[in-house]
T-cell receptor, first 114, second 111 residues
Framework: NAGVTQTPKFQVLKTGQSMTLQCAQDMNHEYMSWYRQDPGMGLRLIHYSVGAGITDQGEVPNGYNVSRSTTEDFPLRLLSAAPSQTSVYFC?????????????FGDGTRLSIL | GQSLEQPSEVTAVEGAIVQINCTYQTSGFYGLSWYQQHDGGAPTFLSYNGLDGLEETGRFSSFLSRSDSYGYLLLQELQMKDSASYFCAVLTTGGYNKLIFGAGTRLAVHP
């Protein structure tokens, strides 16, 4: 049972490039989300999804797009990378969207924008 | 909007007890969760309080007071491996339910 798998683990981009961070889970979880983590700022919610075909914005959605075509996958797209998007990105999933449901996190993607 | 406040750093010695507080302001509050994160690792779930009172899981306990918009995580018999960052998180409404994290408390345990 792999849990939540994020790829790539590390990535360096140039300003203006686009890329997709991949997230897949094999636990049949309905709720998936993307967070970014910057030093001293904790985890900030970018986008989330409560099921296939349903997504919504979180606290810091600008510059990012998501889609949820299957239950398993929830990719995060950077449209035009900026140095301010240098961060560690975590994908998480849970069975349902209640807070009593533990969020299972992937190992993260460390992204640097030059 | 929503906000969560927790201390940025806490220091303690092995074997001691430490309490990490969290105050929150949210709409449509459902419950308070706690997560642990070691340096370079991913957050892992520790506990959840949906009702007022104390929840105990081994050396860790978590408390919630809805009337005070306040909770805490209590770590007993501290071990060196407890050195990590601890985050409180609340489920808040506005669109669909979403989980919002505090900025985290860095706990350093010394011999």
């Amino acid at each position: 049972n792999a849990g939540v798998t994020q790829t790539p683990k590390f990535q360096v981009l140039k300003t203006g490039q686009s890329m997709t961070l991949q997230c897949a889970q094999d636990m049949n979880h309905e709720y998936m989300s993307w967070y970014r983590q910057d030093p001293g700022m904790g985890l900030r919610l970018i986008h989330y999804s409560v099921g296939a075909g349903i997504t919504d914005q979180g606290e810091v959605p600008n510059g990012y797009n998501v889609s949820r075509s299957t239950t398993e996958d929830f990719p995060l797209r950077l449209l035009s990378a900026a140095p301010s998007q240098t961060s560690v990105y975590f994908c998480a999933s849970s069975y349902m969207q209640g807070s009593n449901q533990p969020q299972h996190f992937g190992d993260g993607t460390r992204l640097s924008i030059l | 909007g929503q906000s969560l406040e927790q201390p940025s750093e806490v220091t303690a010695v092995e074997g001691a007890i430490v309490q990490i507080n969290c105050t929150y302001q949210t709409s449509g509050f459902y419950g308070l969760s706690w997560y642990q994160q070691h340096d370079g690792g991913a957050p892992t779930f520790l506990s959840y309080n949906g009702l007022d009172g104390l929840e105990e899981t081994g050396r860790f306990s978590s408390f919630l007071s809805r009337s005070d918009s306040y909770g805490y995580l209590l770590l007993q018999e501290l071990q060196m491996k407890d050195s990590a960052s601890y985050f409180c998180a609340v489920l808040t409404t506005g669109g669909y339910n979403k989980l919002i994290f505090g900025a985290g408390t860095r706990l350093a345990v010394h011999p």
